[in-house]
């Protein structure tokens, strides 16, 4: 069998930015406003500073201002609450994303409820989750609508196939597994405690990784001619599927980096686009 073919996501997230620059310039012609994004960072993790100055820049390049709002390491929940909170309510943001991991001292969850969901662009809110999974309009959790948007752009049929999601995260794992369902796809949640993981995994026609552990996914774990997405991402640019074994049984596979990352910040983008023209009534 010979090697999988490449889903590259830095090709795709580059056009679709482009598009995004284009509905972004239209729409600041038509209402004299620029769509705005404030990313919100809870103190200084290397990792989540690098992210956030990463998207700023995107931002520029998809005409979108851009908001940094950097809070202390200390910063309560409480806080962290009243700052989303503020933001929620000023018309001149309409996205909001909040930079997680926020520290262990925080209320996660409360801080994403402190959302408004017309302004949940990375789509990390209960009613976002909740859209997503009816079908009804709203915003999808970037990752995922970004891997589902590699799929659309490599033709990979999900009526009836079925699929593996290794992970189950709020923000990841669930709602991808979510979406796939919403395409008829037959869909399997594994996790940390599934016994047999190897065996659950072999029997997908498509394989979506994202637990955070390298190279979890090895390739004789995956079906010949599957489709393998990656989302992983740990030290040293290595993702949670074994590329170099996987691409010899695979038929399409993300690579790490430059498959699933590129389109969660497209993704972000296109969104924040689209929240800035339903709150301008465009």
């Known amino acids: 069998m010979s090697q999988a073919r490449l889903m590259d996501g830095t090709v795709l997230a580059r056009r679709v930015v482009e598009e995004t620059a284009e509905q972004a ?68 943001v309409h996205g909001i994303l909040l930079q997680h991991p926020v520290g262990d001292h925080i209320d996660e969850r409360a801080a994403f409820e402190a959302i408004a969901p017309g302004k949940d662009v990375d789509g990390v809110t209960f009613a976002s989750f909740a859209t997503m999974s009816f079908g009804l309009p709203g915003f999808v959790s970037c990752t995922p609508g970004g891997i589902l948007r590699l799929l659309d752009e490599y033709g990979v049929e999900l009526g009836g196939r079925r699929a593996v999601v290794v992970g189950r995260s709020a ?36 394989v979506v990784a994202a637990v955070g552990r390298p190279r979890l996914i090895r390739g004789r774990d995956v079906k010949p001619g599957a489709v393998v997405i990656d989302a992983g991402y740990n030290p040293g640019n290595v993702g949670d599927v074994d590329f170099d074994s996987a691409v010899e049984r695979a038929s399409l596979i993300t690579p790490v980096p430059g498959g699933v990352g590129p389109m969660t910040i497209a993704t972000l983008l296109e969104q924040t686009v689209r929240a800035a023209a339903r709150q301008l009534g465009v």
């Open 171 to 206: 923000i990841l794992g669930k709602p991808v597994g979510m979406l796939l369902l919403a395409r008829d796809a037959t869909v399997t949640y594994c996790h940390s405690r599934t016994a047999d993981l190897s065996s659950v995994v072999r029997e997908a026609d498509v």
């Open 25 to 92: 310039a239209a729409l600041t012609e038509r209402t004299g406003t620029v769509p705005c994004l404030a990313t919100v960072l809870v103190g200084e993790d290397p990792a989540s500073v690098t992210y956030v100055r990463m998207k700023q820049n995107r931002c520029r390049k998809a005409g979108i201002d851009s908001r940094r709002v950097a809070l202390p390491a200390g910063t309560t929940t409480e806080e962290l609450v009243g700052t989303l909170r503020s933001l929620s309510e000023d018309p001149a």
